[in-house]
């Protein structure tokens, strides 16, 4: 796609925001301004005498489309040169007049994508868009940038469910216009649970990988690569951007300081270097006038920076100076492909369905002619058949009446003597009948005798059953009476046994207890007599005390008084024990 077919895409749709009436016509008026931002934004020399002859007030009124195109084509697109101005700066000129009348997001402030991004997505619609008016992004490609988007925030695109809302609507199918894409983006059916902020990096990420031509740059944290420098041979940390053309670095991941490039073309190639000098996962970019030394972070970064700036080489080498212009080619000849193989497989597919076609039908002629001769020999076969029985059946039917006329002759006679016979013996039946009706009314009388006999039996019997009857009713009221008695018989028993055993359990008890009382008056005689044992020993052991408190106590005193009073201490202390050891007795 050539930079002409870009522009076009965009100012078709800054005409069609113009176009308010939707009528395929915008008023002179907007057109000159129109036409003299353009030659702003794409630094083109302004030649207003042009401008005014060719947008001279007349009575044509609105101009269209194709009344606009000549103009142009011939002051405008004619007059582009490619890197004298920035494409972005014209891109959101269009986007700015056409968003304000299309773009409609969610008034509040719930949109998926911010303003910037709107216009991002925008761009990168004009760029997979197909080269047909009104511009549509077939759904081969919406599934390719969406995918995109969904890789740089490592996130998985459901294709399922975009098949299914492709499917919802049949106008779907052939492709979105840019604003049915933002609305679908928006609504946050396929970046479900996804910061704004995220969705914003990815946007700007496939924006500068496919509108700029950005092949490779790095990625926060560990996007920067170190460089060795040419004179003072040391080591800087540069944020690197690789575009097919040229490998930039700059001091920080901003890129508003730009230290410097590397001119890439056919006769550069990319090596893989051994570590030195304290660096690990080094390579270099050998250029006709110097060889560049790069270190990165990690094996995987060393390999995908050196796989990028290959494919940068290739494309130098091609001629080529965008790989998603190429690819996009690629798509859309694959699709082109596709497309035409689908045709020529349902045309194949028609052709043989209409051989099939023409094929059966002839089978069916061919088995109608078949039927119909079948039908016709049925039919000669059946009435040669049918003539043949009919003789057949005539021969039959005179043989038959022949006979049966000499069998009717022969029967007459055979009748005629039948009958004869027949008769004579309907008379001896006569009698005989006659005799049996004269017995069976002797029976007839005998039966009703034994009848009335049986009846009187039978009255006499029922009046035996109703006694019997009662005999039973009364029998069996007894044996109720009987069962009653038993069962509470039974129960007085249960009840004694009952108290015996309560009884014998109280009187086992009363053993237990008298054992215990035994055993305790055996434990109490013991103590009893070990009480008396130690009291006897006590009474001696006093009055051993009181002979030797008597000795001890007879010198020091004055006679008599002394002796008195001692005498009397211990005298009224013998009682004493004497009553204690009566009362241990």
């Known amino acids: 796609m050539d930079l002409r077919a870009e522009l076009l895409k965009s100012i078709w749709y800054a005409f069609t925001a113009l176009d308010v009436e939707k009528s395929g016509k915008v008023s002179k008026s907007q057109l000159k301004v129109l036409s003299h931002n353009l030659y702003t934004v794409l630094c083109i020399p302004h030649d207003p005498v042009a ?11 609105p101009v269209s489309s194709q009344g606009y195109m000549p103009y142009l084509n011939k002051y405008i697109l004619d007059k582009v040169e490619e890197g004298a101005f920035v494409k972005e700066n014209f891109d959101e000129l269009c986007w700015t007049l056409t968003a304000k009348k299309n773009y409609k997001p969610d008034r509040n402030g719930n949109s998926v994508v911010s303003h910037q991004d709107a216009f991002k997505l925008w761009c990168l619609f004009n760029f997979l868009s197909e080269d047909k008016y009104p511009l549509v992004m ?25 098949d299914d809302y492709l499917s919802q609507e049949p106008q779907r199918q052939g492709g979105l216009t840019v604003w049915q894409f933002l609305d679908m983006v928006n609504s946050g059916r396929f970046l479900r649970g996804i910061e704004q902020e995220a969705i914003s990096m990815a946007v700007e990420e496939v924006y500068q990988e ?13 996007g920067y690569l170190w460089k060795k420098g040419q004179l003072r041979r040391n080591w800087s940390e540069r944020w690197f951007t690789l575009k097919p053309s040229v490998l930039s670095y700059y001091m920080s991941e901003e890129r508003k300081e730009k230290k410097g490039s590397i001119a890439l073309d056919k006769h550069c190639c990319v090596e893989v270097l051994p570590d030195r000098d304290g660096k690990r996962c080094m390579f270099c970019v050998k250029t006709s006038s110097r060889t560049y030394e790069m270190s990165a972070s990690d094996t995987r970064q060393r390999q995908e920076w050196t796989l990028a700036i290959q494919t940068a080489i290739r494309l130098q080498a091609e001629g080529k100076k965008s790989l998603h212009k190429d690819l996009k080619q690629k798509r859309r000849e694959q699709r082109e492909q596709r497309e035409q193989r689908k045709a020529a497989k349902e045309e194949e597919t028609q052709r043989l369905k209409q051989l099939q076609e023409e094929k059966e039908r002839k089978l069916q002629e061919l088995e109608l002619l078949k039927e ?15 003539r043949r029985q009919q003789h057949e059946e005539m021969q039959r039917t005179l043989e038959i009446q022949l006979q049966e006329a000499e069998q009717a002759r022969a029967s007459m006679q055979a009748e005629m003597v039948l009958k ?46 109703a006694e019997e009857e009662e005999k ?5 009221k007894l044996k109720e009476e009987q069962e009653e008695y038993i069962i509470k018989t039974q129960r007085e ?3 004694l046994k009952q108290e015996m055993e309560n009884k014998n359990k109280c009187l086992e008890e009363a053993q237990k207890q008298l054992e215990e009382v035994r055993v305790n008056r055996q434990r109490v005689d013991q103590d009893v007599m070990a009480a008396q044992r130690k009291l006897r020993q006590a009474s001696t052991n006093v009055k051993h005390w009181n002979v030797q408190m008597n000795r001890l106590m007879h010198p020091i005193g004055p006679g008599d008084k002394r002796t008195n009073v001692s005498g009397g201490a211990f005298a009224g202390y013998q009682p004493l024990l004497s009553r204690r050891d009566s009362s241990l007795k």
């Not at 390719?144 to 469910?161: D, Q």
């Not at 496919?210 to 990625?219: G, Y």
Request: proline residues 2%; negative net charge; charged residues 40%.
């Open 51 to 61: 401008l005014e002859e060719h947008f001279r007030d007349d009575d044509d009124g």
């Open 138 to 162: 077939v759904p081969d490609e919406v599934e390719y940038l969406l995918k995109k988007i969904c890789t740089a925030m490592n996130v998985e695109l459901n294709s399922c469910e975009l």
């Open 493 to 495: 028993k249960q009840v």
């Open 472 to 476: 039973l009713k009364q029998l069996m």
């Open 420 to 465: 004869e016979a027949e008769a004579e013996r309907q008379r001896k039946r006569i009698l005989e009948l006659e005799d049996m009706q004269e017995r069976l009314q002797e029976a007839l009388q005998q039966e009703v005798k034994a009848r009335q006999d049986e009846e009187s039996v039978r009255y006499a019997q029922a009046r035996l059953l």
């Open 210 to 222: 496919i509108i700029e031509d950005v092949l490779k740059q790095a990625r926060s944290p560990h």
């Open 372 to 386: 119909a001769q079948r039908q016709a020999e049925i039919l000669l076969q059946e009435e040669e058949q049918r």
